[in-house]
């Protein structure tokens, strides 16, 4: 089993920067996918960006260049670094494993392809 439990959200304005955190227990072996979700309210969860427990990173193309995804294995913490944040970004933010996996598979951006979820952290980005 894995918990994971997300922190950082919170209220900015646009132009404005956040930076998440995930924290990982459990049974965080290797290979892994570790990725970060958001869901607006009435839309469907979004992959954001995933990262491989080898560290290879893929981002969703809505926010390559703006938002930075990190892990430190010796912490079990994930972190994600939002820059330049606008008003569509404000959603429920939520870290997802996927174990055993890999993000670089084109199932990343798939919900029901991971088996844990965070239970989220609030952004909310005003103009």
């Known amino acids: 089993q894995v918990q994971l439990v997300e922190s950082g959200g919170g209220s900015v304005q646009s132009g404005g920067s956040l930076r998440l955190s995930c924290a990982a227990s459990?049974?965080?072996?290797?290979?892994?996918?570790l990725a970060w979700f958001r869901q607006a309210p009435g839309k469907e969860r979004e992959g954001v960006v995933g990262?491989?427990?080898?560290?290879?990173?893929t981002y969703a193309d809505s926010v390559k260049g703006l938002f930075t995804i990190s892990q430190d294995n010796a912490k079990s913490m994930l972190y994600l670094q939002m820059n330049s944040l606008k008003p569509e970004d404000t959603a429920m933010y939520y870290c997802?494993?996927?174990?055993?996996?890999?993000?670089?598979?084109?199932?990343?951006?798939?919900?029901?392809?991971?088996?844990?979820w965070g239970q989220g952290t609030q952004v909310t980005v005003s103009s």
């Open positions: 997802a494993m996927r174990r055993p996996g890999y993000c670089s598979d084109s199932w990343w951006i798939l919900t029901w392809w991971y088996n844990y």
């Open positions: 459990g049974d965080t072996y290797s290979p892994y996918c």
């Open positions: 990262i491989d427990s080898d560290g290879t990173t």
